[in-house]
């Protein structure tokens, strides 16, 4: 889900081949944008009434208008996009071509002028046409880390020209399938097929440690104000809670507290919300 104003969200609809526009205070739907076949991700270009949505069965990715309710332009792309991600300043997106075994860049500068049919394609990278690439993670450093299903190490890409600059190694063919960056130059990346967190050194481009999680660890997100990091397990129907606060992340010294909170069926996102305490008055 994308958040949008006026307590709206966007969600991709594969089955209806569209974005839903949702009412989150009184929880109903209140639209349905026609897009390309089968959506799979979007993300909301900052600073703009723009969403981008990767159509995985139509390789390509919409533009829609989101004041329109409507596609208001299509980039055709690799075969079988399957994440969005946006750069800090929304002049750029990166789009991970699943199928296609690469990663292109999308120049958004157009959309600053009202003019979503001239988006295109700035650079593209192949990674091998068996890579599946899943997933994006820019890093604060600059380059940014792509995860891989099908390769034992993750390839570290300049967003500015798109080169592979270095490649961080794997402990097997794990499947990476969500990374998150910490402070302190540290990246957490969950290994589907092992069961673990890599914790991925930004300086040195090398594993650092290991942290055993569950079966089949799938997204993961980190609680900035106490460093606490929170895993879907979707086998075990449970949430994976790991407390890195005060753990060195440098080595394997020490232990994380860890935890696993049963939840429902087969969860594979999560997000952490701040929400302010009620006022009280007398």
């Known amino acids: 889900m994308v958040m949008g104003g006026n307590g709206q969200g966007f969600v991709a609809s594969s089955v209806s081949d569209s974005v839903g526009v949702i009412d989150l205070t009184r929880r109903r739907t209140l639209d349905r944008i026609k897009v390309g076949w089968a959506p799979s991700s979007l993300a909301?270009?900052?600073?703009?009434?723009?969403?981008?949505?990767?159509?995985?069965?139509?390789?390509?990715?919409?533009?829609?208008?989101?004041?329109?309710?409507?596609?208001?332009?299509?980039?055709?792309?690799?075969?079988?996009?399957?994440?969005?991600?946006?750069?800090?300043?929304?002049?750029?997106?990166?789009?991970?071509?699943?199928?296609?075994?690469?990663?292109?860049?999308?120049?958004?500068?157009?959309?600053?002028?009202?003019?979503?049919?001239?988006?295109?394609?700035?650079?593209?990278?192949?990674?091998?046409?068996?890579?599946?690439?899943?997933?994006?993670?820019?890093?604060?450093?600059?380059?940014?880390?792509?995860?891989?299903?099908?390769?034992?190490?993750?390839?570290?890409?300049?967003?500015a020209s798109g080169r592979v600059m270095a490649e961080v190694a794997l402990p097997g063919f794990g499947g990476p399938s969500g990374a998150v960056e910490l402070e302190g130059g540290f990246a957490l990346v969950t290994l589907e097929r092992l069961g673990v967190i890599a914790v991925v050194d930004l300086l040195e481009w090398s594993v650092t440690r290991l942290i055993p999680v569950g079966p089949r660890p799938r997204g993961i997100v980190v609680d900035p104000g106490d460093r606490t990091v929170y895993c879907p397990l979707p086998l075990a129907r449970g949430l994976a809670v790991v407390h890195l606060d005060g753990v060195d992340l440098s080595n394997e010294d020490g232990v994380p507290q860890f935890e696993s909170v049963r939840v429902g069926s087969a969860p594979r996102s999560v997000t952490v919300v701040r929400c302010a305490a009620p006022s009280l008055s007398v």
Not at 60 to 82: N, Q
Not at 104 to 128: E, I, K, N, Q
């Open 44 to 159: 909301r270009v900052p600073e703009t009434e723009y969403l981008l949505v990767c159509n995985a069965g139509a390789d390509s990715v919409s533009v829609v208008d989101i004041s329109g309710a409507m596609e208001a332009g299509r980039v055709v792309v690799g075969r079988e996009p399957r994440e969005v991600v946006m750069s800090p300043g929304g002049q750029v997106a990166y789009v991970c071509e699943q199928g296609a075994g690469s990663v292109c860049a999308l120049d958004l500068t157009s959309l600053r002028c009202g003019r979503p049919d001239v988006v295109s394609v700035a650079w593209r990278t192949s990674l091998g046409p068996h890579a599946q690439p899943r997933a994006l993670l820019p890093t604060s450093f600059g380059p940014a880390l792509v995860l891989c299903r099908t390769t034992d190490r993750l390839p570290v890409i300049d967003l």
